[in-house]
Structures are given as C-alpha cells and as structure tokens.
C-alpha cells in the first residue's frame, strides 16, 4: 500500500504544537533560542548554520520554508505559542512507505522537555496512524551521542553504522541508522502516552517515571 504525502497542516498536542515553518511568523522567537554567537554550538551536528544575525537566520528559516523534502514544521509551546524549534520530515517515500524525521533544532528550553517529547510523540503519530508509513527512520553523525541516546529514547531501534555516509561542513560523516516499524508503534505510542499523561509528573514538572 502506498503511504500518503505529509502535508502542511497543524499537529495539537497538550503540551506542543506543530505548524509549518512560517519565517516571518517565527524568527522572532527563534532568533534568540536559536541565532547568534551564543546559540553557535547547537549547529554543531547541522549540515546548515550556524546563523550569527537575525538577516541570516531568516535566509536559512525561507530555504528551509520552501522545501517540499525535507518538510520543515516548527516547534511551538503549545499553551504559550511561542516557537521553540524546528523538525522536519524527509526522505519522503510513500511507494515504500518510508519516512525519516530530522533536522530536529532544539532550543536550550526545548531539551529534555515535555514539549519536546510530545513534538516527536506527534510526528511519530502523524506517519503511522495518518500516513500510514510502513518504516519511520532516524539518521545522525555517529559521533553525536546525545542525538542516538534520544532516539533509542524513543523507541527508534539501532541498526548499524554506514561508514562514509556523508560529508558535512567539509568533514567525513559516518552515519547511525535508527528506525521504528509500523508494528512497533502501538507498543511505542501506549508508552509516549504513560509519559505524556499529567500524573507522570510531580509537582516541579519532574517525571515519576521515564520513557525508555
């Protein structure tokens, strides 16, 4: 069965909310999470950035707007509205049923948040249950630990190391390969979900119990 096309529409969760990319709408909330000196290092492991004034950071934000693959949506804290980040989904390919989350941009407030959780809670939902995508992927420089430990987090299963995968920022990239099976997903949403619920949290926002 051929899977369906991601579109551009709104994600609604409890704590976050995803919209596409609009620039004009969310540089101003991203430049100061985001852009400048000080934001540098979150570019570390992006094929783009890092952008050190605002002029740039909107130049980036409309290349990655206009693009149908990948399809960038922005992170919003969803009681607040104010954008947090960015994720897209990419490689997209509904004959095989393929779809890979990434250029995943958290701002320092969006680690390790609940925000954040849900955000991916919500693409993984979006592939499966709407889309219905056979295979979900996660892909990062295998030497950026915090990116694997985050999908193993989630659910995605280690499958191996491809050697010389890429060259990034002038530098060879050897790339760990993660994914999720449509299979997989009930089993991964009914823990998203223990997660997610209010009780699973005491009353300074820290968790009772954790996800992976």
Request: with cysteine.
């Amino acid at each position: 069965m051929i899977s369906r096309l991601p579109e551009r529409i709104p994600l609604a969760g409890r704590y976050a909310t995803l919209v596409p990319l609009d620039p004009a709408a969310h540089v101003e909330d991203l430049w100061p999470r985001l852009g400048g000196e000080e934001n540098a290092a979150l570019w570390t492991w992006m094929p783009d950035g890092p952008y050190l004034s605002k002029a740039d950071l909107q130049t980036g934000l409309q290349a990655k707007a206009a693009a149908p693959d990948p399809l960038f949506f922005t992170i919003l804290d969803a009681p607040t509205g104010r954008a947090l980040g960015l994720a897209s989904l990419m490689r997209i390919d509904p004959k095989h049923g393929v779809i890979e989350v990434g250029g995943i941009m958290f701002s320092p407030e969006l680690q390790k948040s609940r925000i954040a959780t849900e955000a991916m809670y919500l693409l993984a939902s979006y592939i499966f249950e709407s889309l219905k995508n056979r295979r979900y992927e996660w892909k990062c420089n295998a030497l950026n630990e915090p990116s694997r430990r985050a999908a193993q987090r989630l659910g995605f299963q280690f499958e191996g190391i491809f050697r010389q995968h890429m060259i990034v920022k002038g530098q060879n990239r050897d790339t760990a390969w993660f994914s999720m099976l449509d299979s997989e997903w009930p089993a991964r949403k009914a823990a998203f979900r223990k997660w997610l619920n209010p009780a699973n949290f005491d009353a300074d926002g820290m968790q009772l119990s954790p996800l992976a």
